[in-house]
């Protein structure tokens, strides 16, 4: 079974702390993602990731950072983090054999909580 | 640019009944489309995916989604709904063309299904 796992399901942070997600697949994807979905606005793309140490700004890329050194581990970082960044991420992947018909993988998130 | 417009955030119906979400979208080139489901607590999976050929595109758990060009729709049905069709289903479109393309996902639709 394909597998793409995210390290924290639940996380409850305060104000100005710096906070690490991490993602891991198993299929041996080239591209990585992380969205963050919130009621009402479905899910907006914050960072993705070509390949190992490659990466590019989705939508709402600010306040946010993202690192990925091994192909399988895509970590995204909240480098102070604030209420507004309370959300549930999600990370997500694809093969490059699927390019733009390819399914997306995901992870079953990370909801935080910015007190 | 891509965008999905998804018509009620909310949808009920009976057991039993017909289940039609609808999906318009806006491409600037031809489009891949996708609907994805999400269960409670989970990530996303893929129901089913149009990219090229039949449009008519049958997915996963009985659904099915026509591609209709001159509509700009891709509207997702099931001839009978069950409990377990509860979750929220997302829209999703990425574009035909070369290079990376992000998927642009819509704002879901949440299914409501009574006994």
């Known amino acids: 079974d394909v597998k793409v796992t995210q390290s924290s399901r639940y996380l409850v942070k305060r104000t100005g702390e710096k906070v690490f997600l991490e993602c891991v697949q198993d299929?041996?994807?080239?591209?990585m993602f992380w969205y963050r979905q919130d009621p009402g606005l479905g899910l907006r793309l914050i960072y993705f990731?070509?390949?190992?140490?490659?990466?590019e700004k989705g939508d709402i890329p600010e306040g946010y950072s993202v690192s990925r050194e091994k192909k399988e581990r895509f970590s995204l970082i909240l480098e102070s983090a604030s209420t507004n960044q309370t959300s549930m991420y999600l990370c997500?992947?694809?093969?490059?054999?699927?390019?733009?018909?390819?399914?997306?993988?995901f992870g079953e998130g990370s909801r935080l909580t910015v007190l | 640019a891509q965008s999905v417009t998804q018509l009620g955030s909310h949808v009920s119906v009976s057991e039993g009944a017909l289940v039609l979400l609808r999906c318009n979208y806006s491409?600037?080139?031809?489009?891949?489309l996708f609907w994805y489901v999400q269960y409670p607590n989970q990530g996303l999976q893929l129901l089913l995916k149009y990219t090229t050929g039949a449009t008519l595109v049958k997915g996963i758990n009985g659904f099915e989604a026509e591609f209709k060009k001159s509509e700009t729709s891709f509207h997702l049905t099931k001839p009978s709904a069950h409990m377990s069709d509860a979750a929220e289903y997302f829209c999703a479109v990425s574009g035909m063309n070369t290079g990376f393309q992000k998927l642009v996902f819509g704002t879901g639709t949440r299914l409501l299904v009574s006994p």
């Open positions: 491409s600037s080139v031809p489009p891949y």
């Open positions: 299929m041996d994807h080239e591209n």
């Open positions: 997500a992947s694809r093969g490059f054999g699927g390019l733009n018909t390819g399914e997306l993988f």
């Open positions: 990731s070509y390949d190992v140490k490659m990466k």
